[in-house]
């Protein structure tokens, strides 16, 4: 009877353990089954004459060997065949009825199989849960990869830090995922981004980063409802992790200001997020499919005075004032790197020496002689300023900013008289 309670108990034990490791209830069932019959195999060489059936309430299994009967004296497989007196006096399951030709049932106890055989069914089933285990972690952070996480630090090495999320789940956050400025220490907290999951000899590792754009751009989810609501969308990120970054952002509904929803009231939103990246800065500007607005707003602050495009090779040439020109390239030359990343154009920035001896004048401060539109309008084809749209032939004008004759002629009439004057 002692052995009979401690095969029970072992699948009791592993029903249980199939519970706390999220192994579903017919994977489970399967799977017992499967390592029962293993053994089974390796003890009579066929395990094609047994029924397995499990019980997972109970936490036990029952097995029954299915034998031919035949007459006494001419068995020659006693893994096959049963005598029919043998059969008839059976002491575990008699079948006094049973005649030769027909088939006996007889239940088998396992734990009667000796230690050995339960041992091996341990390890079998150890192995193959452990197998399952390692197959639903690969598959379900497989799934969530691109998603934030949130690990306790276990322990730190020189090249990697071990977080445990809240189901002791191991994370690898390598050296290089990490901000430069990040401290971590035994016991706190850290949020991260699953970045990528692999399951090489059916060993998955779970890398996560704080370093990807896509960690800054769920932050922003994080902490802005309208973003994580879908009324603002972010277009593009272009980061320097714990240096600077750049995100550009565009509204669904016009009564929201797509900025200003990011920053929040005195940047209460982008202060949590600039607090967790470990002070990077972050600049938030409004999205536009036209390239060169994108590249005037991307490379604030400084102001252009004209752009020129080649759009085959994903080339820009920027002309800027003299003293505008040290702000876009920006310190170590960071502010037009992330520009550059954010828009997806190669950025050229150049003086503008033209207009470097004589005053030149921005359009915006024409807008009490000039629509806003139409200065938006020229903006859009690469023009910020007097010089650069004078400069400009009035048929190239017409073509590119999409203008009436009569309008680009009032313009370069307003322009000329500014500088007459």
Known sequence: MAKRVEAVDMADRFAEFKELKNIDKTTMIS???????????????????????????????????????????????????????????????????????????????????????????????????????????YTKFKELEGELVTGEVYQVWKREVLLLDDEKNELILPKEQQIPNDIYRKGETVRAIIHNVDNKNNNPKIIVSRTSDAFLKKLFELEVPEIHDGLIVVRAVARVPGERAKIAVESYDDRIDPVGACVGVKGSRIHGIVRELRNENIDVINYTSNPQLFIQRALSPAKISSIRLDEETKHAEVFLRP???????????????????????????????????????????????IDEWIIEALKNIGCATAKAVLRMPREEIIEKADLEEDTVDAVLEVLRAEFEE
């Open 323 to 369: 003293e505008e020109v040290s702000l876009a390239i920006g310190k170590s030359g960071l502010n037009i790197k992330l520009a550059s990343m954010l828009v997806g154009y190669e950025i050229d920035v150049y003086r503008d020496l033209e207009t470097a001896t004589e005053e030149d004048i921005y359009l915006d401060e024409f807008n009490d002689e």
């Open 31 to 137: 799977v017992l089954e499967e390592s029962f019959r293993s053994v089974i195999a390796k003890m009579f060489g066929s395990d094609e004459n047994f029924d397995v059936i499990m019980n997972p309430d109970k936490g036990d299994c029952e097995i029954y060997q299915n034998l031919e009967v035949v007459p006494d004296g001419e068995v020659t497989n006693p893994n096959q065949q049963i005598g029919l007196t043998d059969a008839r006096n059976d002491e575990v399951s008699p079948d006094p009825d049973c005649e030769v030709g027909e088939e006996h049932t007889r239940k088998i106890d396992f734990a009667s199989f000796g230690r050995r055989a339960i041992l091996n069914l341990r390890q079998t089933l150890a192995s193959k849960i452990l197998d399952l285990q390692k197959d639903a972690i």
